[in-house]
């Protein structure tokens, strides 16, 4: 089955730092890939994702690229936030007709960026 | 428009009581999941359902039981709580294979 690996956590950064959280994947065929975040207290919400090799997705100034060759889709932003202290969690996405949506999650990876 | 609810927000229970966990989406969504989250780990897919009378086991479904009698509902029942069931529950729910799942605040369950 598919598994995803992430870098492990807890990340802590000065504000205005550049953060790097490192994912990669195992998978068959031609997965989506997700980024989900999770603030304290609340349900999991989406990032940003990508459907296709090359591809980069982007939201609130975080960007991942789908990398094929390497299997990864690691997660950056260039000047991190108070406010983006929160769980992130990486997400691919089963493949093939009888997926049926489900989701193979990383352990998540918890970043505090301190003022 | 609600998105997905769950109830109750936390709970807790003693070994060998059950309950339900209730999850309801307004978005008409075909699929949907129930997955645990438990410290330091990620999520891990409980049961899942692909459209109204029809629900399958994912990775962990020993000790839960779910029904989807609408579209809107997708209620897990745990009927022999045990300690290894102390987890937070998240539901979710998408339209289609290979996008986003919308998630519900979750619920925390403690079973003493």
């Known amino acids: 089955g598919n598994s995803v690996t992430q870098m492990e956590g807890p990340v802590t950064l000065s504000e205005e730092a550049f953060l790097t959280i490192n994912c990669t994947y195992t998978?068959?065929?031609?997965?989506?890939l997700f980024w989900y975040v999770q603030y304290p207290g609340e349900g999991l919400q989406l990032l940003l994702k990508a459907t296709k090799a090359d591809d980069k997705g982007s939201n609130k100034g975080f960007e991942a690229t789908y990398r094929k060759e390497t299997t990864s889709f690691h997660l950056e932003k260039g000047s991190v936030q108070v406010s983006d202290s929160a769980v992130y969690f990486c997400a691919v996405a089963n493949a093939g007709g009888t997926s049926y949506g489900k989701l193979t999650f990383g352990q998540g990876t918890i970043l505090t960026v301190h003022p | 428009n609600a998105g997905v609810t769950q109830t109750p927000k936390f709970r807790i229970l003693k070994i060998g009581q059950s309950m339900t966990l209730q999850c309801t989406q307004d978005?008409?969504?075909?699929?949907m999941y129930w997955y645990r989250q438990d410290p330091g780990m990620g999520l891990k897919l409980i049961y899942y359902?692909?459209?109204?009378?029809?629900?399958d086991k994912g990775e962990v479904p020993n000790g839960y039981n779910v029904s989807r009698s609408t579209t809107e509902d997708f209620p897990l029942r745990l009927e022999l709580a045990a300690p290894s069931q102390t987890s937070v529950y998240f539901c979710a729910s998408t339209n289609t294979a290979q996008e986003t799942q919308y998630f519900g605040p979750g619920t925390r369950l403690l079973v003493l």
């Open positions: 998978a068959t065929g031609y997965p989506s």
């Open positions: 359902s692909v459209g109204a009378g029809i629900t």
């Open positions: 978005m008409n969504h075909n699929y």
